[in-house]
């Protein structure tokens, strides 16, 4: 067996070098073998949890399938959101469906048209629109745009022809890039008290 893997002689330190476990303290021997099998365990509990998504996914999906069929129609909002709910009430299963979003070259023109609009209007009364403005655009560090901030200026009750041609290059600009399917699991509070949901992130339980 090579000492590379030989975990009773060598461990790997944060640098990647090889270090001969008698020259280890004993303390941080002990730590090590504490995360190490605290991470396999987290690990294996992911990789159980993705099996059970996938699982209860299929499940759920079979079931609308097989109720839109039954009677000739199907569940759900727009994007196939859909509540389930056990005969007594107790519990609900929540399948949602959401959209990625990114824009294309067009919000470029959104941004310049509305850059026209703030340079056409008096600074002071439209001051706090502008720093609404500023930051919808900001770049997280992997340099893109939050779809939520941007969209966020269409809740702004402006009705300037320029301003309303800009909300309308953001509508235009926006491409569905995939969706994504969530399902969410709900408990009642009492006999009928509200829904709660089940905790599954271990920070939560």
Sequence with gaps: MSTEHNADQFRRNAKGHLVPVEQIKDVDRLRDD????VISQVLALQAEMRRVKALLTDEVDAFLELSAREYDTSYGGKKGNVTLASFDGQYQVKRAVADHLAFDERLQVAK?????????????????????????????????????????????NIQDEQWQKAMQAIMDSIQVT????????????????????????????
């Design 34 to 37: 504490l995360v190490q099998n």
């Design 112 to 156: 310049e048209l509305i850059d026209q609009c703030i340079h056409e209007w008096t600074a002071g009364s439209r001051s706090e629109v502008q720093a609404l403005v500023e930051h919808a655009f900001q770049t997280d560090k992997e340099g893109k745009i939050s779809t939520a901030r941007v969209l966020g200026l269409r809740s702004l």
């Design 178 to 205: 995939g969706s994504k399917s969530y399902l969410r699991f709900y408990q009642r509070q009492g006999v009928d008290g509200p829904y709660r949901q089940i905790p599954l992130d271990v920070a939560a339980l």
